[in-house]
Protein backbone atom coordinates (compact mmCIF):
# COMPACT_ATOMS: atom_id res chain seq x y z
CA UNK A 1 0.00 0.00 0.00
CA UNK A 2 1.47 2.98 -1.18
CA UNK A 3 1.84 5.51 1.33
CA UNK A 4 3.29 8.65 2.87
CA UNK A 5 3.02 9.12 6.36
CA UNK A 6 3.81 12.21 8.96
CA UNK A 7 4.39 12.15 12.45
CA UNK A 8 2.70 13.96 14.36
CA UNK A 9 -0.83 14.30 13.27
CA UNK A 10 -1.16 17.66 15.57
CA UNK A 11 1.81 19.48 17.65
CA UNK A 12 1.57 22.68 20.14
CA UNK A 13 5.01 24.37 20.78
CA UNK A 14 6.03 27.51 22.25
CA UNK A 15 8.08 30.41 20.93
CA UNK A 16 11.53 29.30 21.05
CA UNK A 17 11.10 25.41 21.04
CA UNK A 18 12.43 23.48 18.53
CA UNK A 19 10.35 21.30 16.60
CA UNK A 20 10.91 18.06 14.36
CA UNK A 21 8.34 17.45 12.12
CA UNK A 22 8.67 13.60 10.54
CA UNK A 23 7.63 11.96 7.06
CA UNK A 24 8.17 9.04 5.81
CA UNK A 25 7.35 7.00 2.37
CA UNK A 26 7.20 3.47 1.64
CA UNK A 27 7.69 3.87 -2.64
CA UNK A 28 11.25 4.46 -2.89
CA UNK A 29 10.49 7.85 -4.29
CA UNK A 30 13.69 9.89 -4.94
CA UNK A 31 12.36 13.41 -4.47
CA UNK A 32 10.75 14.48 -1.55
CA UNK A 33 8.96 17.94 -0.81
CA UNK A 34 8.01 19.85 2.68
CA UNK A 35 5.08 22.12 1.76
CA UNK A 36 2.67 24.66 4.57
CA UNK A 37 -0.25 25.54 3.63
CA UNK A 38 -1.83 28.70 5.04
CA UNK A 39 -5.24 30.34 4.33
CA UNK A 40 -5.00 32.54 0.81
CA UNK A 41 -2.08 31.26 0.04
CA UNK A 42 -2.35 27.46 -1.18
CA UNK A 43 0.90 25.16 -0.69
CA UNK A 44 3.91 26.82 -0.57
CA UNK A 45 7.28 25.54 -1.03
CA UNK A 46 10.00 25.07 2.13
CA UNK A 47 12.33 22.21 0.79
CA UNK A 48 12.85 19.42 -2.04
CA UNK A 49 15.27 16.57 -1.47
CA UNK A 50 16.64 14.89 -4.55
CA UNK A 51 17.86 12.21 -2.64
CA UNK A 52 19.98 11.61 0.41
CA UNK A 53 21.97 14.69 1.24
CA UNK A 54 20.91 16.41 -1.73
CA UNK A 55 18.53 18.81 -0.15
CA UNK A 56 17.52 22.27 -2.27
CA UNK A 57 15.54 25.25 -0.79
CA UNK A 58 12.20 26.32 -1.97
CA UNK A 59 10.59 29.28 -2.16
CA UNK A 60 10.04 29.72 1.52
CA UNK A 61 13.15 28.40 3.45
CA UNK A 62 13.71 30.82 6.17
CA UNK A 63 13.51 29.91 9.70
CA UNK A 64 13.61 25.85 8.63
CA UNK A 65 15.88 23.67 7.40
CA UNK A 66 15.67 19.51 6.77
CA UNK A 67 17.57 16.28 7.09
CA UNK A 68 17.74 13.30 4.75
CA UNK A 69 19.55 10.50 5.74
CA UNK A 70 17.40 8.08 4.24
CA UNK A 71 15.21 7.84 0.76
CA UNK A 72 12.79 6.88 3.02
CA UNK A 73 12.50 9.77 5.47
CA UNK A 74 12.57 13.41 5.54
CA UNK A 75 12.36 15.73 8.67
CA UNK A 76 11.58 18.88 8.54
CA UNK A 77 13.38 21.06 11.67
CA UNK A 78 12.51 24.68 13.08
CA UNK A 79 15.01 25.60 15.31
CA UNK A 80 13.49 28.24 17.70
CA UNK A 81 9.67 28.18 16.37
CA UNK A 82 8.30 31.30 15.56
CA UNK A 83 4.52 32.42 15.85
CA UNK A 84 4.36 32.82 12.17
CA UNK A 85 5.09 29.28 11.44
CA UNK A 86 1.97 28.34 12.83
CA UNK A 87 0.49 26.43 9.61
CA UNK A 88 -0.49 22.99 8.32
CA UNK A 89 2.95 21.14 6.94
CA UNK A 90 2.53 18.69 4.13
CA UNK A 91 5.14 16.33 3.16
CA UNK A 92 5.11 14.75 -0.15
CA UNK A 93 7.04 12.23 -2.48
CA UNK A 94 7.59 11.74 -6.69
CA UNK A 95 9.40 8.67 -8.01
CA UNK A 96 11.58 10.74 -10.28
CA UNK A 97 14.23 13.45 -9.98
CA UNK A 98 14.45 16.43 -12.80
CA UNK A 99 11.37 15.56 -14.34
CA UNK A 100 8.31 18.06 -13.65
CA UNK A 101 5.70 16.18 -14.69
CA UNK A 102 5.49 14.07 -11.69
CA UNK A 103 2.69 13.47 -9.43
CA UNK A 104 3.43 14.45 -5.66
CA UNK A 105 1.64 11.98 -3.10
CA UNK A 106 0.57 13.86 -0.23
CA UNK A 107 0.68 13.03 4.12
CA UNK A 108 -1.99 13.75 6.17
CA UNK A 109 -0.56 16.77 7.03
CA UNK A 110 0.80 18.41 10.52
CA UNK A 111 -1.05 20.93 12.20
CA UNK A 112 1.80 22.89 14.24
CA UNK A 113 0.42 26.04 16.48
CA UNK A 114 3.03 27.83 18.02
CA UNK A 115 1.93 29.69 20.71
CA UNK B 1 5.12 37.15 -5.94
CA UNK B 2 2.62 34.48 -6.62
CA UNK B 3 3.88 32.60 -9.41
CA UNK B 4 0.63 30.68 -10.08
CA UNK B 5 -2.91 32.36 -9.07
CA UNK B 6 -6.16 31.23 -8.79
CA UNK B 7 -8.86 34.19 -8.87
CA UNK B 8 -11.42 33.02 -7.28
CA UNK B 9 -11.01 32.15 -3.56
CA UNK B 10 -14.44 30.50 -3.52
CA UNK B 11 -17.30 29.01 -6.13
CA UNK B 12 -20.49 27.34 -5.51
CA UNK B 13 -22.85 25.35 -8.55
CA UNK B 14 -25.95 23.58 -8.33
CA UNK B 15 -25.22 19.87 -8.34
CA UNK B 16 -25.78 19.06 -12.23
CA UNK B 17 -23.89 22.21 -13.48
CA UNK B 18 -21.18 22.76 -15.35
CA UNK B 19 -18.30 24.79 -13.51
CA UNK B 20 -15.08 26.15 -14.58
CA UNK B 21 -11.94 26.62 -12.22
CA UNK B 22 -9.42 28.98 -13.37
CA UNK B 23 -5.49 29.39 -12.73
CA UNK B 24 -3.29 32.19 -14.09
CA UNK B 25 0.80 31.42 -14.22
CA UNK B 26 3.70 33.51 -15.07
CA UNK B 27 6.55 31.77 -15.66
CA UNK B 28 6.67 30.63 -19.42
CA UNK B 29 9.48 27.77 -18.30
CA UNK B 30 6.18 26.20 -16.53
CA UNK B 31 5.75 22.79 -18.94
CA UNK B 32 2.91 20.94 -16.42
CA UNK B 33 -0.11 21.93 -15.60
CA UNK B 34 -2.26 20.43 -12.78
CA UNK B 35 -5.44 20.16 -10.87
CA UNK B 36 -5.15 18.89 -7.12
CA UNK B 37 -8.42 18.17 -5.11
CA UNK B 38 -7.87 18.46 -1.31
CA UNK B 39 -11.43 17.37 1.21
CA UNK B 40 -11.01 18.89 4.51
CA UNK B 41 -8.37 17.27 6.81
CA UNK B 42 -7.16 15.27 4.34
CA UNK B 43 -4.32 15.54 1.90
CA UNK B 44 -4.12 17.24 -1.61
CA UNK B 45 -4.20 14.23 -4.27
CA UNK B 46 -4.17 14.38 -8.04
CA UNK B 47 -7.26 15.08 -10.24
CA UNK B 48 -5.76 15.44 -13.60
CA UNK B 49 -2.82 17.36 -15.68
CA UNK B 50 -1.43 17.75 -18.42
CA UNK B 51 2.35 18.73 -20.28
CA UNK B 52 2.54 21.82 -21.83
CA UNK B 53 2.83 19.95 -25.54
CA UNK B 54 -0.97 19.43 -25.41
CA UNK B 55 -4.11 22.20 -24.94
CA UNK B 56 -6.45 19.73 -23.48
CA UNK B 57 -6.80 16.41 -21.74
CA UNK B 58 -10.17 14.87 -20.73
CA UNK B 59 -10.79 12.17 -18.14
CA UNK B 60 -14.84 11.56 -17.27
CA UNK B 61 -16.30 14.50 -16.11
CA UNK B 62 -12.89 16.52 -15.76
CA UNK B 63 -11.21 18.71 -18.44
CA UNK B 64 -8.04 20.68 -18.66
CA UNK B 65 -7.64 23.44 -20.79
CA UNK B 66 -4.18 25.06 -21.61
CA UNK B 67 -3.63 28.49 -23.14
CA UNK B 68 0.11 29.27 -23.17
CA UNK B 69 -0.21 32.20 -25.18
CA UNK B 70 -2.43 33.53 -22.21
CA UNK B 71 -0.26 31.57 -19.10
CA UNK B 72 -3.89 30.15 -18.52
CA UNK B 73 -5.29 26.78 -17.59
CA UNK B 74 -8.52 25.99 -16.39
CA UNK B 75 -10.21 23.16 -14.97
CA UNK B 76 -13.70 22.18 -16.68
CA UNK B 77 -16.14 19.91 -14.44
CA UNK B 78 -19.42 18.85 -15.96
CA UNK B 79 -22.68 17.06 -14.52
CA UNK B 80 -21.19 18.28 -10.94
CA UNK B 81 -22.21 16.29 -7.27
CA UNK B 82 -22.15 16.90 -3.89
CA UNK B 83 -19.17 14.83 -3.49
CA UNK B 84 -17.20 17.56 -5.72
CA UNK B 85 -17.41 20.17 -2.98
CA UNK B 86 -13.73 20.29 -1.94
CA UNK B 87 -10.70 22.41 -1.92
CA UNK B 88 -8.95 22.34 -5.83
CA UNK B 89 -5.68 23.64 -6.19
CA UNK B 90 -3.67 24.09 -9.87
CA UNK B 91 -0.37 23.49 -9.91
CA UNK B 92 2.68 24.11 -12.20
CA UNK B 93 5.29 21.93 -12.88
CA UNK B 94 9.14 23.29 -13.85
CA UNK B 95 12.73 21.88 -14.67
CA UNK B 96 15.43 24.09 -13.23
CA UNK B 97 18.79 22.88 -14.07
CA UNK B 98 18.02 18.99 -13.94
CA UNK B 99 15.53 19.97 -10.63
CA UNK B 100 11.86 19.90 -10.76
CA UNK B 101 9.26 21.46 -8.42
CA UNK B 102 5.41 22.36 -8.12
CA UNK B 103 3.89 25.70 -8.07
CA UNK B 104 1.05 25.74 -6.06
CA UNK B 105 -2.24 28.28 -6.53
CA UNK B 106 -4.25 29.49 -3.55
CA UNK B 107 -6.97 27.39 -4.16
CA UNK B 108 -10.37 27.76 -4.82
CA UNK B 109 -13.08 26.04 -2.48
CA UNK B 110 -15.87 24.39 -4.72
CA UNK B 111 -19.55 24.01 -3.00
CA UNK B 112 -21.66 21.68 -5.02
CA UNK B 113 -25.40 22.55 -3.90
CA UNK B 114 -27.87 19.97 -4.01
Known amino acids: DMKVTQMPRYLIKRMGENVLLECGQD?????MYWYRQDPGLGLQLIYI???????SEGDIPKGYRVSRKKREHFSLILDSAKTNQTSVYFC??????????????FGSGTRLTVL | GQQVKQSSPSLTVQEGGILILNCDYE??????FAWYKKYPDNSPTLLIS?????DKREDGRFTVFLNKSGKHFSLHITASQPEDTAVYLC?????????????FGEGTKLTVSS
Open chain 1, 92 to 105: ASSPGTGISAETLY
Open chain 1, 27 to 31: MSHET
Open chain 1, 49 to 55: SYDVDSN
Open chain 2, 27 to 32: NDMFDY
Open chain 2, 50 to 54: VRSNV
Open chain 2, 91 to 103: AAGINQGGSAKLI
